[in-house]
């Protein structure tokens, strides 16, 4: 069964510097998603990516934040200069159409220092 | 915009006992649809089910089972004869039919031996 992979599976950073985290979808699924969900607490949503562009975005997903698929088969999220705040769990999600359900990778742990 | 209220915080039971978790959820959408995910200690977010707002059939699959009322805006789940490998943390999650899935706070499932 085809699965949503990310990487790095945990990514240690210090403040002020930028990361990239990697997701590779399920082939021919076209909607793309990232979450963050901060230790303990519920997944939020962050941005919503079709089309080659984004969607919807959330309140978090502030001028620090970016999103592309540079390859056309890899999705990344790009912060770029971390805060303490941004240390979290980010999860990559895809589903193939409008109506079908969202499947999420294992999730990328970023601690920021 | 969607919400999904999840009020149980965490609940043990002992193997084989049933636990039913409980969701409500607040839409203005004629058009929605509901999930439950498991996360367990790894981490990862895993799909268990999903239902259409035209659907209200209530269905068993294996121990899990759901109840959806929409006169009550209610999506609960019980899982019959719980194992241990059922310990985890179960969110219920909504959308419209293009958009992100709105999480509830999720529930902490302790299955002791």
């Known amino acids: 069964e085809p699965e949503v992979t990310q990487t790095p599976s945990h990514q240690v950073t210090q403040m002020g510097q930028e990361v990239i985290l990697r997701c590779v979808p399920i082939?021919?699924?076209?909607?793309f998603y990232w979450y963050r969900q901060i230790l303990g607490q519920k997944v939020e949503f962050l941005v919503s990516?079709?089309?080659?562009?984004?969607?919807?975005k959330s309140e978090i997903f502030d001028d620090q934040f970016s999103v592309e698929r540079p390859d056309g088969s890899n999705f990344t999220l790009k912060i770029r200069s971390t805060k303490l705040e941004d240390s979290a769990m980010y999860f990559c999600?895809?589903?193939?159409?409008?109506?079908?359900?969202?499947?999420f990778g294992p999730g990328t742990r970023l601690t920021v220092l | 915009a969607q919400k999904v209220t999840q009020a149980q915080t965490e609940i043990s039971v002992v193997e084989k006992e049933d636990v039913t978790l409980d969701c409500v959820y607040e839409t203005r959408d004629t058009t929605y649809y509901l999930f439950w995910y498991k996360q367990p200690p790894s981490g990862e977010l895993v799909f268990l089910i999903r239902?259409?707002?035209?659907?209200?059939q209530n269905e068993i699959s294996g121990r899990y089972s759901w109840n959806f009322q929409k006169s009550t805006s209610s999506f609960n789940f019980t899982i019959t004869a719980s194992q241990v490998v059922d310990s985890a943390v179960y969110f219920c999650?909504?959308?419209?039919?293009?958009?992100?899935?709105?999480f509830g706070a999720g529930t902490q499932v302790v299955v002791t031996p």
């Open positions: 999600a895809n589903k193939l159409g409008s109506t079908d359900t969202q499947y």
């Open positions: 990516f079709y089309n080659n562009e984004i969607s919807e």
């Open positions: 239902r259409n707002s035209f659907d209200e």
């Open positions: 999650a909504s959308t419209d039919s293009w958009g992100k899935l709105q």
């Open positions: 082939s021919n699924h076209l909607y």
